[in-house]
């Protein structure tokens, strides 16, 4: 549940300093490397969908090669039916750089905050995953179970938006809401958000895109493995370290699979 | 288990009175805003067997844009196969208007009792949705996990049909029925029928569909939630109200991908 | 697991008595209404194993319309690959009355002992769903959650091979143990096999298929009703069987939907 | 989990030894025989991927017909897009006999010690098989629920790396790891690695794809009937050795369809 027309949103959201900022930025050129990310991302959307880690909801981005304080996202839209003309540029502080008309996600702040935070962050995946969101409003920890999800090993908060906002529509509506869930993000590669989804980060698309896909895994294996009683085996949190080592030098493996999947036919 | 051949249920279930009543109608003419209504009946039926919210049972109607005495909702078929040829229209009581041998839904009383208890309602929806059968039959309640169900937090009743009718054949085979499960309704969005299903209604056919996807999942991620132990962080009845207003804004992003998937190719 | 090849298993397990009959029998003429029967039995095999009831095991059979004493069951194969030319005849010791070289099952003494026991079933399912295994090994009874199940609240035994036979390989391989899951089975529509699947009869292959379906989907339901915790509500023995009545009415709705799903492309 | 590309891998752990050995070894002669153990090895990719068994990661070997000392295992890639080409041969020292270029998978070694070990083995399955993780985690045993998993019977014992060799990256990364595994199993069908998935083994490729499919149908129906509450009434260890004598003799029928699945249309 992640945006509004831009009729109804962009131009509340969007106060005068903003715009005032947005109308002095312009669009990057784009370069080789550009093309290749915009691919990428294009190819996450669809991936995530096909894989039910997203649905009609949620969104990805990926920060700007050359330039650290720009990220692309999609225009508010549903991840599945994204192509490369639906990605917008926006600078950090939300802003579209080159909007021409396009609505945009009203929690775009969740990936301008995080890249503001998080320098080494290169792609940003908002989900509402299934296996996830039980975890979201649970007291139960989300646990890596297997080598796969090893990146759950340094941890997976849970971030609460009534603790410092009160009660709201839920959403990551503005720059405050946004420096919050990055704040409970700190170091990690996973935050998740209570009563939501949750947010997944990494040093490229398909890294952030591996991890959205084994956090859905691993919660709906840890949540079999709770269900058959007694203590469940964790990796400790060495092991996570290690396997999420040799994880990050596997990733084509399936991430060629999966865009392979997408690309062959059309989305439907 | 909704429906009967024409011979075996409609003759028996017109009493006099309504026969009478029957005669007296007349078809209204449809008009441009009509034929986009029953576009969106169609693809509603469509896209709700898709989502496996609809097996080859249920159905789902649309109040008449200028008649609001009439109400739209197919012949006594499965949903998945619903075309716009398969659209009648009906009178309050539940009459067929303009038959022509179309063989009816017995539980049309679901429809044209609530359509008269609830003038906010244009569309409603009924179910034998998974997810939420097994809260039909618990003492525990479906209530929101997360902010795409925000319409639970006002609560969503089970509607249990031997307290005032005994033992049946637990359809809402009768106007008095038919009441009854309205008046459980009331001024919420989604009711539980015991053993059976639940009803779900909206502003619009869009919103319909959105809420009973969302019943649905949302009472998937519920179960799962309460199997991992200790208590489940709800959605609280502030959080629900605010989630709901803007969730309204954004259903066209979720039905837009569905109506694309279920008009891309004929249904199989 | 429910046939061997011929070589392996036919004619050891066709005792000279049985072969003698065999050799007496001729194949029965097939009428028109033979015809529908038979493609009737094709669907029911494809349909089953379109909706995950069957897998690569399990069989479908149907009762001669004319000849009683006879019923139509495929070749030893996957059910999902079944055609009419794979439809052989039996006789009620098990015999194939015109195998033409063609292997059989090595259970089909279920169909032959139940169309004995039972002069009303006109079709026998036997299949291994995975809804229903968990209860065929479990204290808990299966029972009706909701309305398309009410066939289940006559009653749904475990029958448990090793309490008449001992330890065995699990099968029904001869006429001895197929009358006795009979008797287990008594009168009522299903009947569980401990540790391998279940039995599913009815008045036609449609209802014998809608009952086997909605055995499976009625025991999934069951299990995430106990697991909300607390007291289930069930049909009334008497809802039950209204509901029932009601049910046999509109088997025709879902049956057409399934039909037209597995006859509308090949098998894959 | 298991491959790295061969620039990062196999240098460092072909280590002097293993690499002299390897430069002695030439590729055997495919006969008739080899050619069709390669496309039951294709096939049994391609199955294991169709049927969920195997994701993007996990990988399935044959060991060579007429050379014991050889097998035969793709190289590292998505195992639901492995062709003919895609083979290469191993000794069993876990050294590729012709690698051309190719990249090998990590933990190859699974494959080479059990080869080593198990003499009857004829083929490996390395899976993460979304059903068995759990157990993986857990101090439930797997243990068999229905006759098709009647292997299980034997016994499926949890191999936890930690335990020899301490905190690790969770992988098979060498042959004295590999050795462990191959300990753990016996004489076993299969082994849970904890936190990890499972290593199956057959006397043939149909076998051990049968084997490692129902492996994890079984872990799932398991879960689900411990999910029930009260006692499990399991196949006794005389049951499940009658039962599995009798699915190797069906395993064709099942793999017929499977076959027939993945090869009607290339994979996406």
Redesign the interface.
């Known amino acids: ?5 831009r009729e ?1 949103g962009v131009k509340k959201l969007n106060d005068g300093k903003s715009s005032k900022s947005a109308g002095k930025t312009r669009v990057s050129k784009r370069t080789a490397a550009d093309t290749q990310t915009i691919a990428d991302l294009v190819a996450a959307n669809r991936i995530l969908y096909a894989q039910s880690v997203l ?3 949620g969104h990805v981005s990926a920060r700007h090669d050359l330039h650290p304080n720009r990220f692309w996202l999609s225009r ?3 991840p ?2 994204v192509t490369a003309d639906d990605i917008m540029e926006f600078d950090l502080d939300g802003n579209a750089v080159d909007a021409r008309g396009r609505s945009v996600f ?1 929690e775009r702040f969740i990936h301008s905050e995080i890249y503001k935070a998080r320098p080494d962050v290169m792609a940003v995946v908002h989900t ?1 995953s ?1 296996g996830v ?8 920890m989300l646990r ?5 999800a ?1 990146f759950l090993a340094a941890g997976a908060p849970v971030w ?1 938006i ?1 603790k410092e906002f009160g ?5 990551v509506r503005n720059p405050a809401i946004g420096k919050g869930l990055a704040l409970a993000l700190g170091d990690k590669s996973v935050v998740l958000m ?4 949750d947010v997944v980060v990494g040093p490229s698309v398909k890294v952030a895109v591996f991890r959205a896909y084994y956090t859905d ?1 691993n919660a ?2 840890q ?14 949190a ?2 996570g370290a ?2 999420d ?3 990050l ?2 990733v ?7 865009k ?2 997408v690309t ?2 059309p989305p ?1």
């Not at 969101?133 to 139960?140: A, C, D, E, K, L």
């Not at 009660?167 to 959403?171: A, K, P, Q, S, V």
């Not at 209570?194 to 989804?197: E, L, N, T």
């Open positions: 549940m992640c945006g509004v027309p109804a649905d009609g909801y508010s839209m549903a599945g039916l009203l509402h299934p969101i039980p975890f979201t409003v649970s007291q139960v890596p179970v297997f080598h796969n090893a609460d009534r009660e709201t529509d839920m959403l209570r009563g939501h989804g895994a709906r294996l949540s079999q493995a709770i269900a058959l009683g007694g203590e469940v085996n964790y990796l400790t060495v092991e290690k396997a080592t040799i994880n030098q596997v084509d493996r399936v991430w060629n699979l999966w392979m999947r062959a036919a439907k």
